[in-house]
């Protein structure tokens, strides 16, 4: 069966460091969004990409980068890691650009910064 | 002011007990609207899609108020296993493309 997956689903780092977070789906889609959800907002979009090496900016961007190789791989970076960026954050892909597209999300990786 | 406003709960009800949600949201320009299902450290997950003319699907009935700006999800016969929490989200144009926009999320706990 398609999936989407994230690791490592737990992650604990020091301030200062670099943080790569994983994405891989195997649903074929063209779109992959990551966001991140901290308690008392919603879902709050980070980057997302339309394709391979398409990538934009959400809404929550800054100290986060994403690259697109190929279909199946939205990695996330922090490029250094900030208490700010304690939090849960979920990578989704859809087929599709319609205002309809459903998005199917990863489990999650819960990250821990010190 | 956020883009898309619940009531964040928790609602406690018993078993068997009808329980309605509210979500308004300010862009009037939004497309579409659905209700997510998110269960306790899991993923959001697609409830259901809701749609101009309201629809139901089993025991969940979604409506959509275009002119106040609202979306409601009514649970009939809740079950335990219903207790997670409802995420109500309206997709926005933004920059050319479509962006889902998500509420905090309405907590719901059906008890014994």
Redesign the interface.
């Known amino acids: 069966d398609a999936e989407i997956t994230q690791s490592p689903r737990h992650k604990i780092t020091e301030t200062g460091r670099q943080v790569t977070l994983a994405c891989h789906q195997t649903w074929n889609h063209n779109n992959m969004f990551w966001y991140r959800q901290d308690l008392g907002h919603g879902l709050r979009l980070i980057h997302y990409s339309y394709g391979v090496q398409d990538t934009n900016k959400g809404e929550v961007s800054d100290g986060y980068s994403v690259s697109r190789s190929n279909t199946e791989d939205l990695p996330l970076t922090l490029e250094s890691a900030a208490s700010s960026q304690t939090s849960v954050y979920f990578c989704a892909s859809s087929g599709g650009t319609s205002a309809q597209e459903t998005q199917y999300f990863g489990p999650g990786t819960r990250l821990l910064v010190l | 002011r956020?883009e898309?406003e619940q009531d964040?709960g928790p609602f406690n009800v018993p078993e068997g007990a009808t329980v309605a949600f509210n979500c308004t949201y300010s862009n009037s320009a939004s497309?579409?609207f659905f209700w997510y299902r998110q269960d306790c450290?899991?993923?959001?997950?697609?409830l259901m899609?809701v749609y101009s003319s309201g629809n139901e699907d089993g025991r969940f009935t979604a409506q959509l108020n275009r002119a106040s700006q609202y979306i409601s999800l009514l649970i009939r016969d809740s079950k335990l296993s219903d207790s997670a929490t409802y995420?109500c989200v309206v997709?926005s144009?933004m920059?050319s493309?479509?962006?889902?926009?998500?509420?905090?999320?309405t907590r719901l706990l059906v008890r014994p």
């Open positions: 956020k898309v964040p497309q579409s450290r899991k993923e959001p997950k697609l899609s995420l997709t144009l920059d493309s479509y962006k889902l926009i998500f509420g905090s999320g």
